[in-house]
């Protein structure tokens, strides 16, 4: 649990920032935009601070695929021998430098931010300053912040504050929100969450993995879990960790969608549609070099041979140059 404050407060701390940036700039301190917009700033920073091991997931997820005919034939040979079976493939797994725990290191990684997160809304939702026994989330037990907790708690988007949720909507109620109003924006933004949750993963199952790799069958049933859970899962949390976790699916597919165009994994559809745009672009290149070889070449041949006319010049000049008219010629 110490853990999950000390991220608390860097979250917090985070949020508070950011909301004193869109204040700055003229946004309504006490609005619920603006908090939810810091929301959407706290990923910005989560998600930059994971690039470095989003690209140690994708040089994961490469090398697995490389090694798969290896795993598969130490499978088949150590079929009843499950001791070595496993030294072996860990053997394999350090030759080749893969780490098999590198591909859900990201998502390992944000679950405490998560949870830190979900904390920080639940102590908001529950400011009671004539409660002598509550307790500030975050940096909002510090003074110079103390102002911002009944702000946040106040907050709103279409009536609903970032703190309630869809099984706790009657909670609300007591700090005049429409409970009816909470049960739909909840279930609007977990339909939303888990349709983000299925595409991304249908993504890399579809455009990025090779039909004849074992691990295909391990994303497929994923495909369904997730959704599942994050569906489950989401009447209970609140309104802000809802857009915390909706903005962080479309920024992975945005992301995912990137890689898997520019740096497919070999034998997927996406590296056939990567070798076809390549070979695409040099046809068209060298096909605008022929028809521009062309044009010039009709050009030069099309250009109009201009004579040039002899000057006319009077008798003096004549005269001046040396040349004297033959006798019995007329002028």
Known sequence: MFIIDWIGTGVSWILVQFHALFTFFGMDP???????????????????LLIPLFVKQIKAQRNLQIIQPKIKEIQKKYAGDRERQSQEMMKVYKETGTNPLASCLPILLQAPIFFALFR????????????????????????????LLPQAHEASIF????????????????????????RILSLILIILMTATTFLTQRQLIVKNSAPDNPMVKQQKILLYVFPVIFAVGGINFPIGVLIYWLTTNLWTMAQQFYVIRNNPQPGTPAYEAWEARKAAKVASRASGSATTAVVEEE???????????PKRTTRSKRAKGGGTKPKGTSS
């Open 120 to 147: 920080v809304l639940q102590g908001i939702a529950m400011y009671n300053p004539n409660d002598p026994g509550y307790t500030a989330p975050g940096v909002f037990a510090w003074d110079q912040y103390a102002s």
């Open 159 to 182: 009536g609903v504050p970032l703190y309630g949720y869809f099984m706790g909507a009657d909670e609300v109620a007591a700090d005049g929100f429409n409970p009816l109003n909470t």
């Open 30 to 48: 006490a609005s619920g935009w603006t908090w939810t917009f810091s929301i959407v700033g706290l990923v910005i920073v989560i998600r930059i």
């Open 299 to 309: 050009a030069v041949e099309a250009e109009p041979v201009t004579r040039v006319q």
